[in-house]
């Protein structure tokens, strides 16, 4: 199964701007673990592996950052660049994260909590 760009809500008034993901339309597994990723140095890279079992939803919640995917019969490249929007990443494909925006946070949800021999970094 390929990654899948999810346009979250969003609701705004004058008192700012809301994005939500609420519910397994939004989020399509149970949320066992998140963590942040922030103060990527220019022309660094994040992840660089796969989750053999585990989906994880990304969303670059300030700033922007660049996602390439690779799964068995395809790749992709995503542009995340605001928390109105989210990329579920199904078990088995092999992601990085790089050209991050100076400020550039991105959340990570997680189905399972972190198992370094739930990771390959060899790229299908």
């Known amino acids: 199964m390929p990654p ?3 346009r979250l809500p969003t609701i705004a008034d004058e008192r700012g701007a809301l994005s939500v993901a609420d519910g397994a339309d ?3 597994f149970p ?3 998140y963590f942040v990723i922030r103060d990527v140095p220019p022309g ?3 992840a660089g592996h796969a989750q053999l079992q585990g ?3 990304l969303s670059c919640v300030a700033g922007e950052c660049k996602v390439e995917t690779r799964w068995e019969g395809g ?4 542009r995340l660049n605001g928390p109105e929007q989210a990329l579920h990443v199904p078990p088995g494909t092999w992601l990085e994260c790089s050209e991050f925006s100076p400020g550039a946070v991105l959340l990570v949800l997680c189905s399972n909590a972190y198992d370094a021999a739930d990771q390959t970094t060899e790229r299908p």
């Open 26 to 28: 939004w989020i399509p």
């Open 31 to 33: 949320v066992a673990r």
């Open 75 to 78: 790749a992709a490249s995503y």
């Open 44 to 46: 660094k890279t994040r």
């Open 4 to 6: 899948r760009l999810i």
């Open 55 to 57: 989906h994880e939803l």
